[in-house]
């Protein structure tokens, strides 16, 4: 009995748990169910919070060095083929970020413009205040004291015109220039040139249309320096307050002074000394200044040739004119026209006189006494037309007018030192000086005696027909056209001096953008080696005129050594050719 008591109450207790077990499990599946759609919209939330969150991410501008930032951010290798893309996408550093842009390589690029003839070629002129040159020409009585200069100033700077008596000239183009006209000239000649630009940007060389050398003259004589530099440091300080001037402090700017550089390079602050400070004054360093006579130890000045007598307007005229001297019959072997040189001691110009008056085919034209024909153009030009070789010794300075007018003449040019010719005019004459000169060194005439006559006998007559071809050949590079014109295909000396600067200043802006300079150790005391050099050479080393050249140490004597050198390096020089004027003006 008890037993199956037993079973029935636990039967009993049993049955209501199966209803109650199946309800838990419904509620056990809907919850299931909630979850696994709550997980699925979570998924869904993220996934399309994920989608547009990236599309945003996509759609925002990046800076232009995102690229690089984000592939060093995050150093995901990408896959190898696209690698080299994203290196060919960085630029080199250097060319990027070092890269220079220069001003003037507007002007540079001109060049390139094969249809454009003038690219390459533009001169900007600055306009000066009046001041600075047609002022010096309206008071042009004041700009010597010794010569009355409004004659030598009409005719754009030639001068009164030259009548054809004796048959010496040609029919046109002939004046009585004064040699130390050529600012005037210059500056004529350049409003004639066919490239001028009034955009500085487009410039190869910028010209300053300053009258250094009237300027100079005026105040040599009886003013102190205050007055003598005036003009200069004005100059100066108007220039450094253009524009133009910033692009190259200058160095793209050039000036003429028809006078020697020892007038614009007074050393010293005391009253007594002589000249201008000009070419010393800083910015003047920068510029190039085209002198007739160059300093050989300085690199801001080059020298030009002094102007002739003869002035074309046509090339048919110069044509004429070298086709006449290549027929003349030339009498004389050699011949001299000068005076000498008592008062200095080391001037080898009184053996010359000696030598000329005592050989049969020697002539001298003597211009130290009484009413000398020196100063008559005419008889110049007739003696020089009349010669094989004519002498050309140095004078109070390195350099004289007479070597052109002779090579005009078609006469073969005898030089005694290098600083006369070969180390001055290095845009005019060849390198080669042999082919168009004699040199016999000073020191064979002072202290050897050489016969003159005897050395000139030693040239072959074939060879002395090739020199003489040859400097009739230079003659349109050595002249001035008549700035009122222009030569129509000739070069004059205007054209030459141009473009020998533009050359110059072309070459220092290219060698600025190469970060480089045009020559290696540059030395400015061996200034005059570098015009020497040939192409491709950089470097100045030793020279046989290195004696020539010498410069005495403060203290030494000035008169130079034995070879000459140091003659004109003081003012003495300068004074002294400024007495020779006064002397030759008095005759």
Not at 419 to 435: F, R
Request: proline fraction near 7%.
């Amino acid at each position: 009995m008890t037993p199956r008591v037993a079973m029935r109450r636990r039967s009993a207790e049993a049955a209501p748990t199966e209803p109650t077990e199946k309800g838990n499990e419904g509620k056990n599946q809907n919850n299931r169910i909630y979850l696994l759609v709550s997980l699925s919209l979570f998924f869904w939330a993220l996934l399309f919070y994920f989608h547009f969150t990236e599309k945003q991410i996509q759609l925002q501008p990046q800076p232009s060095s995102s690229i690089s930032l984000r592939v060093h951010k995050f150093p995901l290798d990408p896959p190898k083929e696209k690698e080299p893309l994203v290196t060919a996408l960085l630029p080199p550093a250097p060319v990027i970020v070092e890269k220079q842009e220069f001003p003037f390589v507007r002007a540079l690029k001109t060049a390139d413009n094969k249809s454009d003839p003038c690219g390459g070629k533009y001169i900007y002129v600055h306009d000066l205040p009046a001041k600075f040159n047609e002022d010096m020409l309206r008071d042009c009585k004041k700009l010597s004291l010794w010569t009355n200069m409004c004659k030598f100033t009409t005719n754009a700077g030639l001068g009164p015109p030259l009548e054809n008596v004796e048959g010496v000239f040609s029919d046109q183009g002939w004046y009585a220039t004064n040699q130390f006209a050529v600012d005037v000239i210059f500056s004529n000649r350049m409003k004639q040139y066919k490239c001028l630009t009034n955009d500085s940007s487009l410039a190869a060389a910028i010209f300053v249309p300053f009258y250094a050398g009237f300027d100079v003259a005026r105040y040599l004589w009886g003013y102190n320096i205050s007055t003598r530099d005036a003009a200069s440091l004005e100059l100066v300080d108007w220039l450094m307050k253009r524009p133009e001037w910033e692009i190259m402090r200058g160095k793209d700017h050039f000036l003429v002074a028809g006078r020697i550089t020892w007038d614009f390079r007074r050393l010293s602050e005391e009253e007594i000394d002589w000249g201008n400070k000009l070419l010393f004054l800083p910015a003047a360093k920068n510029m190039s200044m085209l002198v007739v006579e160059s300093s050989p130890w300085n690199a801001n000045d080059f020298g030009i040739p002094y102007p002739t007598y003869f002035h074309p307007a046509k090339d048919s005229e110069v044509f004429e004119w070298q086709e006449r001297m290549r027929n003349l019959d030339r009498k004389w072997l050699f011949s001299f026209a000068g005076a000498p040189r008592p008062d200095n001691p080391k001037s080898i110009r009184g053996q010359i006189i000696d030598q000329c008056t005592n050989s049969k085919v020697g002539k001298l034209l003597e211009c130290d006494f009484g009413e000398s024909k020196c100063h008559a153009p005419s008889s110049i030009m007739q003696m020089f037309q009349a010669s094989l070789f004519c002498l050309q010794p140095q004078g109070d300075s390195y350099t004289r007018r007479s070597a052109f007018d002779s090579m005009l003449a078609g006469c073969i040019p005898v030089f005694f030192h290098p600083g006369s010719a070969y180390t001055q005019y290095t845009w005019h004459l060849p390198k080669n000086y042999t082919t168009y000169s004699v040199f016999i060194p000073e020191d064979d005439i002072r202290k050897r005696n050489m016969s003159i006559e005897e050395r000139l006998l030693q040239i072959p007559p074939e060879q002395v027909k090739i020199m003489r071809e040859n400097v009739i050949n230079l003659i349109p590079g050595l002249i001035y056209a008549d700035p009122r014109s222009e030569l129509e295909t000739l070069k004059d000396a205007f054209d030459v001096s141009v473009e020998a600067i533009i050359d110059k200043v072309t070459r220092l802006r290219k060698n600025m953008i190469e970060g480089r300079t045009e020559y290696d150790n540059f030395v400015e005391e061996n200034s005059w080696k570098y015009a020497l050099l040939e192409e491709g050479q950089r470097e100045a080393g030793g020279h046989v005129w290195d004696p020539f050249f010498s410069k005495p140490k403060p203290g030494e004597d000035s008169s130079g050594e034995s070879n000459g050198g140091g003659t004109t390096i003081s003012a003495d020089a300068a004074k002294n050719s400024w007495k020779s004027e006064q002397r030759d003006k008095t005759q």
